[in-house]
Nanobody, 123 residues
């Protein structure tokens, strides 16, 4: 069982940056693939970025590629999403997710989810 808690959301102007963190409980964090998803008002949840258990492989949605970076620290049980050059269309609730299959990327499935953190980007 893994519990995930996101933090770092907030309000930022377009072009600005935010750093989201996800703290995970459990001894087996390093064996999980991790990802970030987001859900904007009135839209379905969508994939943003993922990283495999070792951090060696990453995957990004086309809409964030070159602007967002996902990373993990297995010693600290955390995964971070660094978001630069934010756009109004990045506004959403961002969710951290964990997959028991260590090499999982965008395809999932993801087994555990956090409660989400709100990101708002003003134009």
């Amino acid at each position: 069982q893994v519990q995930l808690v996101e933090s770092g959301g907030g309000l930022v102007q377009a072009g600005g940056s935010l750093r989201l963190s996800c703290a995970a409980s459990g001894r087996t964090f390093s064996s999980y693939a991790m990802a970030w998803f987001r859900q904007a008002p009135g839209k379905e949840r969508e994939f943003v970025a993922a990283v495999t258990w070792s951090g060696e492989s990453t995957d990004y949605a086309d809409s964030v590629k070159g602007r967002f970076t996902i990373s993990r620290d297995n010693a600290k049980n955390t995964v971070v999403l660094q978001m630069n050059n934010l756009k109004p269309e990045d506004r959403a609730v961002y969710y951290c997710a964990a997959a028991r299959m260590a090499l999982t990327l965008r395809g999932g499935p993801y087994d555990y989810w956090g409660q989400g953190t709100q990101v708002t980007v003003s134009s």
